[in-house]
């Protein structure tokens, strides 16, 4: 499964702690929100359009990570994405609708002198990750289907597998249900090009208004291992969202020390590193 005339959007600050742990929280002090649980900005990683420069760059792969020439600090991001359906009036997105959900990782350079949150997202092919296992989704309202699942990840070097996020809830997001659709639209037609952060609205124009997104809605906090561990060539990265309801997290380690993850209620991302 492709995602090339889907555009791409990531979530930034949508876990607490996260944006601490990554080195990233002084680039959004400029950034203003209304509350101080609320992500700060949307970003985006793919463009489908020939004047996106680098966004024009197909990054997702479904099971490796090419790391970048210089870069010694790649970091899994472990998230859950969402395919949704963009509805436009006059030019401008009036609602989100979510179809379906799946593993994703937002693989990311610590890169200090990046003037946009992008540019330490989309470095080449093979750049990010998104499950072939997605599941169906009709709403992000309170009390559906993905209320239940979960967030994992891992890091395998050798025989040794680490735990690399926490093991989060995916209702443990700071904005989430309808909450996080309202906001993110309202990203998508008012977000400037300010700091960190870009117009998303031209971007969207320049891929002329396409059908679906993709968005990642944000990265679970690090363990201790992941906040100080960086991806080399030869690891694997794992991330897992899977039904809490069906599987502890004792089951899904032992999935992850073995790979084998054809249980049901999972959607699992495995990646090897180039």
Known sequence: MTFKNVIGF????????????????????TVEVKEAIQPKAIFPFYVPSDKAGFLSTYPLSHDTIIPPNDADNLQIEPEVALLCDIEYQDNRVVSLTPRKFA??????IRKPNAKKISEKKNWGEHTKGVASTMF????LAEGGV????????FHKRGDLVSRYGEDSPVVGYSYFHE???????????NQQDVGPTEDIAMHIA?????????????????????????????????????DGSKYSQDEITAMAATDEFSAEGLSALVQHIA
């Not at 930034?12 to 002090?29: C, M, R, S, V, Y």
């Not at 809605?217 to 991330?239: C, K, M, P, W």
Request: with cysteine; proline share 1%; glycine share 8%.
């Open 206 to 242: 320049n891929a002329d208004y396409p059908a679906q997104a993709l968005i990642s809605i944000g990265a679970t906090r690090y363990t201790e291992f992941g906040e100080t561990t960086f991806l080399q060539s030869g690891d694997t990265s794992i991330v897992v969202v899977y």
């Open 10 to 29: 990531g979530v930034a600050g949508n876990f607490a702690g996260h944006l601490e742990q990554a080195g990233e929280a002084t680039d959004f002090l």
């Open 179 to 189: 909450k996080l659709l309202t906001w993110i639209v309202d990203r998508m037609n």
């Open 136 to 139: 169906d989704i009709d709403s």
């Open 103 to 108: 593993a994703y990782n937002d693989c990311s």
């Open 146 to 153: 993905l209320d239940s699942y979960r967030i994992a990840s």
